[in-house]
């Protein structure tokens, strides 16, 4: 099985390369927590999908970390990696957004494959329950599944946030997931940016989420075709439109072309969207590590 991570995000609201950013004393990254429960639920195989520009920083940190325990491979996320027949809009920075990322990467994915993000930091509980389904899937599988997170817990007090939003049958079967761009904390609940550009409630209890996908090789063909209506879409001309993986894996089960078990999870989620977040974050960890779940070294 491969872990494919998302890491090719520009990183704006952070105000630098949060990926490779320190969070313990030691020197680890959140990334490494996520590769450590990853190897420790039964994933050989690592694809970091970056900036080729950031090769070397990743190479000479985190992936000269975990070489000896895990096979490491790199992905580039490039704005002119499109379809045949498109071109990028000039003036156009921002990558693709998330399913062009994993598009990115399919050469080198050949197996059944978790998705995460690089800045945050899942719980072993998540790795594990993606293992166990993903084992049981052929590649040709549509039998998708997705790890949901409760909002309240996934929320900053340091800005907004952007998630995707989940309802779930009786069964735990996603019936439909929305990308909320800009969610912000009420209380013990949320608001979100609705499409008037009005701030609506939500409830904190909802399931969303954190991109934490687990797919088969299956889903690359349909997100070729996906990104190929998004491109020719009005949407696709904006500046800074981005094909979503959550909408894309919506789009795909509406029509009735997979399905996906969402299952629930009781690890804690930390993550680091604003530098502000940074300190909570490195708190949480370091006390992990000091009931004794993670070793103080985590790669010795």
């Not at 609201?13 to 320190?22: F, H, M, N």
């Not at 790199?74 to 704005?79: E, G, N, V």
């Amino acid at each position: 099985m491969t872990l494919v991570i998302l890491a090719a995000g520009m990183g704006s609201r952070y105000g630098g390369l949060k990926q490779i950013d320190p969070i313990t004393d030691g020197g680890e990254f959140i990334i490494d927590f996520s590769i450590f429960d990853a190897v420790k639920a039964g994933f050989d195989k690592v694809v970091f999908i970056i900036k080729e520009e950031n090769y070397d920083a990743f190479r000479e940190t985190v992936g000269a970390r975990v070489e000896p325990y895990i096979k490491v491979e790199y992905a580039f996320q490039s704005l002119d990696k499109i379809p045949e027949g498109f071109s990028v809009p000039e003036g156009r920075e921002k990558p693709w957004g998330t399913s062009h990322a994993l598009l990115c990467a399919e050469e080198f994915v050949k197996d059944n494959f978790a998705v995460i993000n690089a800045d945050d930091f899942y719980g072993r509980d998540a790795f594990l329950k993606l293992a166990a389904h993903l084992k049981g899937l052929d590649k040709t599988s549509n039998d998708y599944c997705m790890i949901g997170y409760v909002l309240r817990n996934t929320l900053t007090e340091n800005g907004t946030v952007s998630r995707g939003r989940c309802v779930t049958d009786d069964c735990g079967m996603l019936s439909s997931i929305t990308e909320l761009t800009k969610i912000k904390t009420c209380g013990n609940d949320a608001e979100y940016l609705n499409d008037n550009g009005e701030w609506e409630a939500l409830s904190g209890d909802t399931v969303v989420s954190m991109n934490c996908w687990g797919l088969t090789p299956s889903i690359f063909g349909e997100l070729k075709s996906g990104f190929t209506n998004f491109l020719s879409s009005e949407k696709g001309k904006e500046m800074k439109s981005e094909y979503y993986l959550p909408g894309a894996v919506d789009e795909m089960m509406q029509a009735g072309k997979c399905s996906v078990k969402v299952y629930a999870t009781t690890a804690a989620w930390y993550g680091v969207t604003y530098s502000e977040d940074k300190e909570g974050v490195k708190n949480a960890l370091r006390a992990l590590m000091d009931s004794g779940e993670y070793p103080h070294k985590l790669w010795k």
